[in-house]
């Protein structure tokens, strides 16, 4: 059974402060909720991690990272590993963030490279895809997707694939206020289930979760949610608003 998933991306949001009172009110509100099975993971930047994974060793939730350089150690100023983020207990890492590409100029054969980096420790890729609104209105989101998919991930043998947590994030839905409809994001993940379907087999693309990015929040989480290939979201600005963020995570 693949897991329902509800992740915050942070970004490069909150003060030390502001981190410890909002990761404290969602830990104390997961208390008392009922996720009917779906797991909660933080992603906040990396210099609460620490912090953040305390609180998580008391709470019910989990901890990503936004980024990892792929390479163990060495002289790469600046970046963190994903050994590092292991002895952190961290447990997930996003990979191709719509921002990375756009201001980082990461590319589907970098992006591979750290997939590859994070599986070698035992870190769960939530890798996020999608297209940018010309490729929508050119009816080439598809193939861009497919891509972004076989370029980054393909080379993946099967055992290794089923770490694979998928999160399709349509660039024009990210941060904008315009979400995909259920529909539109229904169609892609159903795409994306099939391709994982044609390269993994029927067992991999039922088991892999795919999640829907792209501003998701309180009020249309339940709808994108109850779609049959939608198994939850990764959620950027609605995360940093805890009642918000805790609204969602028991949306399904
Ligand atoms: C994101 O950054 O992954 C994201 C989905 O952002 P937002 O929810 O703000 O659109």
Redesign the pocket.
Known sequence: MRKKIVAG?W?MNTVFSEAETLVTEIADSLDDVELNGAEVILCPPFIYLEMITDVAFESNFKVGAQNIYPADSGAFTGEISPLMLKELNVEYC?VG???RRQYFQESNEFLKKKVDALLIHGLQPIF?CGEVLPEREANQHFDVVKRQLEESLFHLAPAAFLNIII?Y?PVW?????VTATKEQAQEMHAYIRQLISEKYGADAASETSILY?????GKNAAELFSQPDVDG???????LKSAEFIKITTSF
Do not use: Q, W
């Open positions: 991306n970004k996003i963030h719509s921002e996020c999160a994030e839905a990210i941060g904008t206020g990015g792209g501003s998701c929040n979201g990764l959620i950027g600005g609605a995360s």
